[in-house]
């Protein structure tokens, strides 16, 4: 089959590689959408830190935000499996440990990360290999460029999730890229007040024009008294605005990473009775993603800018034009052209 393959920072190729087979639990899913995302990006320069950790290697194959439909299964697997559309989680546990017996198995240390992690190839092929207890089933309702959004939707979930915020409470998120449009968006459709922080006027008109009317340049933020703040940026230093700007009592949710440490006084968390929280997968949020997506809730796919083929995947990740490619921060590749 077909596959994109980085065999070096900034390096790639689409090869033939031999198709996946699965083995006692496991699924062979033929790949019909893929999402780009940050991470991918990190890795096709070379940036990203499993690589100097040790976590991942060169050649690696990309791609954790997908969706397709059930091909074959192995032993043990419910055969009803078989012809359905379907996407999964990215994080596969050991199975064995305190975390994961607690169903935490986005946080085990010994986890294979699809796409990302210890070498589990990702779904920039025409076929993938996934763990049937990954899988989460996707309804008619939610078509294949919306499926491809559950895993970004996931994080944006949790992060709204982490917010404990009730209806009527005033949220601002920093960072208007995928996941925060998401996150503003499923904060929106779950009766929050939602303002959006960015610092491009493209981005930020893009997410007016999908209907986040409250979105302002970040040197210009309304100084009002905010619930919660969800920093979805990658600038080391918008935690400590954050902590900053919500209100005593608040909470502010950290999804992005910046390159360099991001420091907070913790004083400021302290004397201000301030909750912070870290937030690392979409796991334990994509269930709830999908009834979002399914019934209306939120539509993310005026996200997705274009589809292409694997033949453009090295030029979307070095950010290169790609004709037919519109507005929106999402790219969406299709293994099948």
Known sequence: MRAFVVTGPRESAVLDVAPPVA?????????????????????????????HQGHAHFPLRLGHEWMGEVRSVGEGVDSSWLGLRVTG??????????????????????????????????ALAEQLLVPASALHALPDSVDDRAGALVEPGGNAMRAVQACDAQPGSRLLVYGPGTIGLLAALIAESDGLEVYLAGRSDTSLEFARSIGLQHAWHADDVPDLAYDAIIDCT????????????????????????????????????VLKDVTAVGILSASPGLAQTIEHYADGRVDPRPLVAGTVGLADVGAALAGDPIPGVGAGPKI???PRT
């Open 23 to 51: 083995a006692a639990g496991q699924v062979v899913v033929d790949v019909h959408r893929v999402g780009i995302c940050g991470t991918d990006v990190e890795f096709f320069t070379g940036e990203m830190a499993y690589l």
């Open 89 to 122: 989680d990215t994080m596969l546990g050991c199975g064995r440990c305190r975390l994961c017996l607690s169903g935490r198995q986005h946080v085990c240390a010994d986890r294979f990360e699809i796409g990302i992690r210890n070498d589990w190839p990702g």
């Open 234 to 269: 990658f600038g080391v230093d918008v935690p400590a605005a954050a902590v900053s700007l919500v209100q005593p009592g608040g909470r502010v949710v950290f999804i992005g990473l910046s390159g360099a440490p991001s420091r907070i006084d913790t004083r400021d968390l």
């Open 332 to 334: 969406h590749i299709d």
